[in-house]
């Protein structure tokens, strides 16, 4: 099994980014897909999360509004869509599902 995420990086504040996981190993289309992201010297969090076909999604408060979690079947892969980005959102993304982590993805904002 293997998560692979990518996209991350620095952008300024009021910014966007697509965040991008893909995923093998596993039958992707039987799972619900989640990312986390842990700031600095801070705990992991739930950011959001998709379920298997893509009908149903959550949000982290900080992020509802802001953030769309979505998902390809087909290519394997779940996206985290980050508009309006705040300096809050700095920190390290990750993917998980099937019980597996990806190495994480580094979204810096800053001006």
């Known amino acids: 099994v293997q998560l692979v995420e990518s996209g991350g990086g620095l952008v300024q504040p009021g910014g966007s980014l697509r965040l991008s996981c893909a995923a093998s190993?596993?039958?992707?289309?039987?799972?619900?897909m989640n990312w986390y992201r842990q700031p600095p010297g801070k705990a992991r969090e739930l950011v959001a999360t998709i379920t298997r076909a893509g009908r149903n999604t959550d949000y982290a408060d900080s992020v509802k509004g802001r953030f769309t979690i979505s998902r390809d079947n087909v290519k394997n892969t779940v996206y985290l869509q980050m508009n309006s980005l705040k300096p809050e959102d700095t920190a390290v993304y990750y993917c998980?599902?099937?019980?597996?982590w990806g190495q994480g993805t580094q979204v810096t904002v800053s001006s």
């Open positions: 998980y599902g099937w019980g597996a």
């Open positions: 190993g596993f039958t992707f289309s039987s799972y619900t």
